[in-house]
């Protein structure tokens, strides 16, 4: 039995239209499933925690996310436990970071295929980030600053519903990020890593911790993570002139910024955040409000995955 969490909302609506053609296809294959349908922000959340409530090492479950980069964190931060699920993607969104650093197919009905088959399980840390007390899960990244409000105006946005529609969604990234830029002012920004070392910074554009290399709809930010390694990756964006911030940003899509001056870029287990004004953070591309402090680890669990 396959456990489907749709959102169907997912890239400006069309992600009802692919759930039909997918749902089509599992008639045709005879395939047991059930699917629940998202309706509003968080609700993959209650869904996923209602569906694994009573999941056992005996009795896993096979639950798939239908949707974008999002529904994945939502979904994860429902399941009662990573240990009693095997978990399957299939990207509906724009911006599919989690598809592009686990080389998972961008395709739909190719992503369905490679669920039915399941020819490889892989076992792949999850992050945990702590807000005012509030834990959730996320796949990809957080982050506070520039990306974060590159991330919840993409959400927003008009651009991204008809870019969508022609099939250029993931420009408006860019498009945001240049507008972003031109506006913001860096702050001072502080991490505390693995409980002991201290790394002040004067004029952080942004800081951002990684599970994966990409975010923000293909930044290889940092070309080095490894979502099966134990271990967090951590940019910071810090000092630079707003003139070299924009002449970095395209080289990060190949991950060759980290060979500019103020681009740092740290390994950790567990990561504290402090900033000196409240900014707006983000967990896998959705809003995770304007704070000024919040603590990121990986869950002592790995989630095993479903890959081609």
């Given at each position: ?26 008639r ?20 996923a925690?209602?569906l ?18 999002g529904?994945?964190?939502e ?11 095997y ?40 992050p ?8 959730s899960?996320f ?30 969604g ?125 603590s ?12 081609p």
């Amino acid at each position: 039995m396959y456990y489907f969490i749709v959102n169907p909302n997912s890239r400006s609506g069309k992600g009802e239209l692919i759930w039909k053609e997918l749902r089509q296809v599992l008639r045709q294959k005879h395939i047991s499933y059930k699917a629940v349908f998202t309706k509003y922000r968080g609700h993959a959340v209650k869904l996923a925690a209602a569906l694994t409530e009573k999941t056992s090492p005996e009795r896993p479950l096979c639950l798939i996310a239908v949707g974008g980069d999002g529904t994945i964190q939502e979904v994860l931060s429902g399941v009662k436990d990573l240990t009693n699920i095997y978990f399957g993607y299939i990207p509906t969104g724009s911006g599919n970071d989690f598809c592009r650093s686990m080389k998972l197919p961008q395709d739909p009905h190719e992503a369905l295929d490679c669920i039915l088959k399941k020819k490889h399980i892989a076992f792949v840390d999850v992050p945990v980030i702590s807000i005012k007390g509030h834990k959730s899960r996320f796949a990809i990244s957080c982050g506070i600053g520039f990306d974060a409000a590159v991330c919840h105006e993409v959400s927003v946005t008009p651009m991204k519903k008809v870019l969508n529609h022609i099939g250029l969604g993931k420009l408006v990234y860019l498009f945001v990020a240049l507008k972003q830029l031109l506006f913001m002012r860096p702050v001072p920004v502080t991490l505390r890593m693995d409980e002991e070392r201290i790394y002040p910074f004067q004029k952080v554009y942004f800081a951002a911790i990684m599970n994966q290399k990409y975010e923000g709809g293909g930044f290889k930010f940092c070309p080095a993570a490894d979502p099966s390694d134990g271990y967090l990756d951590v940019i910071v964006v810090d000092g630079l002139s707003k003139l070299k911030v924009l002449c970095c940003l395209p080289t990060a899509f190949f991950g060759k910024h980290t060979q500019f001056t103020g681009i740092h870029i740290f390994r950790c287990k567990n990561v504290e955040v402090f900033s000196s004004v409240p900014l707006a953070v983000h967990k896998d591309g959705e809003s995770a409000g304007i704070q000024e402090t919040f603590s990121v680890s990986v869950d002592k669990e790995p989630v095993k995955i479903i890959l081609p």
